[in-house]
């Protein structure tokens, strides 16, 4: 079933957004990064083509009713990363996310800004029970992210991930609805 995308309005005045093809920049810079092609499907090198594919991506999982993914807005209205809400486990009663954020944009709380929004819009609208999240213990911004958030750590999944060109291990962390209700 297709997914209707919404604008959600973040705490700290950031924006939660579908993607637009006005968005290449965004993919551009992300495409740069050492870490963010290995996690996701931004590409790298970059071309205009590759990057536009990506947005249509983004449009497809929508309309395929895979997940929510958002463009995650500054204030001043400049995109600055991504987050998404993933259903394949829907039928099981618990979804997934996944942000990152370009490194100009990190450390000024647009990724706990987004979470937090987008976990209450999948706990309060979509009524979904369980959210999870898998971070590399390595990564202290993300983990704390979770953790500030309400996300509690469940456990280390080892060589749950192929990062690159090796199996990395996760830490999986969780959140229930009625953790918060």
Request: proline fraction near 10%; charge should be neutral; glycine fraction near 8%.
């Amino acid at each position: 079933m297709p997914l209707d995308v919404p604008v959600l309005p973040a705490r700290s005045g950031h924006t939660l957004r579908p993607w637009r093809l006005s968005d290449l920049p965004l993919v551009r810079e992300a495409s740069a990064d050492p870490y963010i092609p290995l996690i996701s499907t931004i590409p790298t090198p970059y071309t205009d083509p590759d990057a536009e594919a990506f947005v249509r991506r983004q449009w497809e999982r929508a309309s395929t009713g895979a997940g929510y993914p958002f463009v995650i807005e500054t204030p001043a209205g400049r995109p600055a990363g991504t987050i998404g809400l993933w259903l394949k486990d829907l039928p099981q009663g618990r979804a997934s996310l996944g942000y990152w954020l370009t490194p100009a944009a990190r450390g000024h709380g647009a990724a706990a800004s987004a979470l937090a929004t987008v976990t209450t819009w999948a706990f309060h609208t979509l009524r979904i029970p369980r959210l999870e999240l898998h971070v590399e213990p390595w990564n202290t911004p993300s983990l704390r992210t979770a953790e500030h958030i309400g996300f509690r750590r469940e456990g280390l999944l080892r060589g749950w991930q192929q990062v690159g060109e090796e199996r990395r291990d996760m830490y999986v962390y969780g959140l229930l609805r009625d953790d918060v209700a």
